[in-house]
């Protein structure tokens, strides 16, 4: 078990840092208003006499601390990591009982992050080749003091392990028990790349969609992305 207190913590400042997630998650009314999250829990009040499923859209509001929270646009992309949580979808650093933000600190790196998760499920699932799911960009401002495991990677070797999580989400539990804002630590799906895992929405801003993008599964891998606006087909290396 490691101590919290004995891993270092650093700034970390990225401008144009990048997630991709899947397009089919649209943008929650209520997180891009721009009322003052404070007045969330009256407007839902009065909007749920009208809209039933609208806690099914915005997710658990609870599980993010109220002088936390974010609104205006682009929040969706910052808060609802934090609101759709389960058991059922552990990641890195969580064991899926509360949201984690991650983001890389380049294209590539959120590229070749997302395409390893997307090929572990066209896999599990056994899909046909073709172009499938579609996938969106998003770019945005990380500024924030972050427990730093880039610096000691060998101390920290079990939490970058690339399939097995048990070791990271243990680690992430104690961090943010321990009042931690958050994870820095280098990709292993790209070479010299790093991530950030944000454990609040606050320390993220400027969120803006970017490119939507096709990816290619011919039956064993990712082969291929294609930016859907220029239609241009790129190949992964």
Known sequence: MIDPDTVPVSTIEWQDAVR????????????????DPADWPLLISAEQKTNPRLMENIGNLDL?????RVGGPGATYLMAPFTHVSPDRPTR???????????????????LETIHHHSRFMARTNEA????????????DINARLHDLRADEGRFSKA????DYSASQTLGGQLRAAGSNGVAYSSVRRESGECAGLF???????????????????GE?????????????????
């Open 160 to 163: 970058a392990d690339p399939n």
């Open 200 to 218: 609040y929405p606050d320390l993220a801003s400027n969120a803006i969609q970017g490119r939507h993008l096709d990816y290619h599964w011919d």
């Open 64 to 68: 993010v601390p109220q002088e936390r």
């Open 221 to 237: 891998r990712v082969d291929l992305y294609r930016d859907t606006r220029t239609g241009e087909v790129f190949r992964i290396v």
């Open 129 to 140: 080749p073709g172009w499938t799911s579609q996938f969106r960009e998003v770019v945005m």
């Open 20 to 35: 991709i997630i899947r397009s089919i998650h649209p943008p929650i009314d209520l997180f891009e208003d721009i009322a």
């Open 93 to 111: 650093f969580s064991d899926g009982s509360y949201g984690v933000l991650y983001a890389g600190n380049s294209f590539e790196v959120a590229l």
